[in-house]
């Protein structure tokens, strides 16, 4: 019997118009734009990207700094819609993105539990019930009472993780979150993806650490300046992109 598929990225293209204009000011921005004479350049940050997730595979995304990696995982995610194609999500997906996406940095780590939480679609029942779990996990003791204005990006990463972890979601798109904190916060959040992705996990993230995908991954996808320049097992694709890198 064939899995589910969880993830579905058909012929995705993503274009960006840049301003061609050295505009100094909004009036000036707003003139110009009245009179038609804004002139932009198109960039292309991913063309033709396809290919699909089934329940319970883990995808690692590697290539350069600007090769398109977050810019996919924020298009599976929802937060930027294509230029062209499409993308399919089935079940609950949980985004882990940006360090602090989510938060609202005035409200404790306590607050920040439950609105971040909320935004993730759990209960403020759920959430109480997690309330001590979250905060077990995340190492924060008494931190968790602070405004997280004032977290360390270790503190942040823990939180977030925290919470978006909790219960097993569906499909789980992560970027780059497990290289923040300290090594054996790093060690203790591997070894909770690695639980979740044996009940069934579905799991899409970018890491510069190769040993990383190696180890968690079945399959990878390497990208290059917005292209699927190599697609399959995880340790032939890691393989080729460290032969081009040396």
Known sequence: MSKKTMIEVSDVTMQFRLNNDKILSLKEFVTTALRGKLQYNKFTALEHISFEL?????????????????????????????????????????????????????????????????????????????????????????FIEVPIRNYSSGMLARL????????????????????EGDVAFQEKSKKRMLHLMGGGTTVLFVSHSIEQIREMCDRAVWLDQGLIKMMGKAEDVCQAYISQEI
């Open 54 to 142: 089934k329940r319970g595979q883990t995808l690692g995304l590697i290539g350069r700094n600007g090769a398109g990696k977050s810019t996919l995982l924020k298009i599976i995610s929802g937060i930027l819609k294509p230029t062209e194609g499409c993308v399919s999500c089935y079940g609950n997906v949980v985004p882990m993105l940006e360090l602090g996406s989510g938060f609202d940095f005035d409200l404790t780590g306590r607050e920040n539990v439950f609105l971040n939480g909320a935004i993730l679609g759990y209960s403020e029942e759920f959430l109480k019930g997690k309330y001590d779990e979250i905060v077990e996990f995340s190492e924060l003791g008494q």
């Open 160 to 179: 977030a993780f925290s919470i978006a972890t909790v219960v097993n979601p569906d499909s789980l798109i992560v970027d780059e979150i497990l290289s």
